[in-house]
């Protein structure tokens, strides 16, 4: 754990710390607040990530995950993506749950993004398990938690199963938060990429109820004649 942490810390930089600070609104306030940043970029924590996942510990995995840097809650999520896909059954388990009971360390947009389809989609779909956990986090009061619910579906859309990207829709419908109508409004287009039908039906339900944000979102790939129509009616 420390040869990765260490890796990950020669690699900072302070001028982009800087910068990533104020791109995920972490002043007072703000979604992010707290956050803090070594400044290192994607690319370079996937090729630190994929020298380490092998041969680390689920507890170590853990214990980078309760780091106080972004980047490094990060590298320890895309650890958990690379050694899912390598893990038997039971091992998968034992990653979901250790994901699952640190939801509060996936505190960022890119954080849930980077992981909850990989994560918990994957295994839930892979072994055909229950999905009531998403729906239970779905109904979370926690933003992220109900972001990793909608995002997790977007492995099942990438499947055609698209179902509980719908129903898991219809219950984040009453949002306040702009980072929900944005997730859900981006998982309904990808719905629509598969199935306009079943999106085009979802919005002759809901576009005059759904969040602006939400259903500009889920019509970007419509015509201009298609956006103005449920824009304006």
């Not at 370079?44 to 092998?54: A, E, F, G, S, W």
């Not at 993004?113 to 994957?122: K, N, P, Q, T, V």
């Not at 039906?201 to 969040?211: E, G, I, S």
Request: net charge neutral; glycine share 4%.
């Amino acid at each position: 754990m420390s040869t990765l942490f260490d890796e990950l810390y020669n690699q900072r930089n302070d001028e982009k710390a800087v910068f990533l600070s104020r791109f995920f609104k972490t002043a007072k306030g703000e979604y992010g607040y707290g956050d803090k940043f070594l400044g290192i970029t994607v690319p370079i924590q996937r090729n630190i990530v994929k020298k380490h996942y092998k041969n680390i510990t689920l507890e170590e995995i853990e214990s980078l995950l309760h780091s106080e840097f972004h980047e490094v809650r990060l590298s320890s999520l895309l650890l958990l993506t690379y050694k899912i896909k390598e893990s038997n059954v039971q091992e998968q388990g034992k990653i979901v749950k250790l994901y699952l009971k640190n939801t509060k360390y996936v505190d960022n947009w890119d954080l849930v993004d980077s992981s909850a389809s990989y994560i918990l989609g994957y295994y839930l779909y892979e072994n055909n398990l229950d999905k009531t956990i998403i729906y239970d986090l779905a109904v979370s009061q926690d933003l992220w938690e109900q972001r990793i619910a909608i995002i997790s579906t977007h492995y099942f859309i990438k499947k055609n199963m698209f179902d509980d990207t719908i129903n898991i829709s219809k219950i984040l419908l009453d949002s306040k938060e702009d980072l929900i109508h944005k997730a859900v409004g981006w998982m309904l287009r990808e719905v629509g990429k598969k199935d306009r039908t079943i999106l085009y039906n979802f919005l002759l339900d809901y576009h005059k109820t759904m969040p602006r944000t939400m259903l500009r979102y889920a019509i970007e790939h419509f015509s201009k004649d298609e956006r103005e129509m449920f824009l304006k009616s």
